[in-house]
């Protein structure tokens, strides 16, 4: 079983910049996919972004073009830098990890972060 940690969040004003990390222990992180949900207040979890074992992102809609997801496979970390940041990407981001090389917004994520809070004020 992985375990996860992350760390990063917190308050930021509209148009700022954040970078969420992960560090993965506990599993042969290199062959894993990992991703980012979040969920907002009163809102289901969705799917941020995710990154195959060999660095092929994936990403929605809503954080195209603002979001980079990477991994650091030497310090098993899974990064989230996010930039432009706007008051509806407030919630709790979440790393995950799949015990298979590819994986997206259906999964297939087993092990799951505490989640770390991130706050955008208008």
């Known amino acids: 079983q992985v375990q996860l940690v992350e760390s990063g969040g917190g308050l930021v004003q509209a148009g700022g910049s954040l970078r969420l990390s992960c560090a993965a222990s506990?599993?042969?992180?290199?062959?894993?996919?990992m991703a980012w949900f979040r969920q907002a207040p009163g809102k289901e979890r969705e799917f941020v972004s995710s990154?195959?074992?060999?660095?092929?992102?994936n990403s929605a809609d809503s954080v195209k073009g603002r979001f980079t997801i990477s991994r650091d496979n030497a310090k098993n970390t899974v990064y989230l830098q996010m930039n432009s940041l706007k008051p509806e990407d407030t919630g709790v981001y979440y790393c995950?990890?799949?015990?298979?090389?590819?994986?997206?917004?259906?999964?297939?994520?087993?092990?799951w972060g505490q989640g770390t809070q991130v706050t955008v004020s208008s």
């Open positions: 995950a990890a799949a015990s298979v090389p590819y994986g997206g917004p259906d999964g297939p994520f087993g092990s």
């Open positions: 506990g599993g042969t992180f290199s062959r894993y996919a």
């Open positions: 990154v195959t074992w060999r660095h092929r992102t």
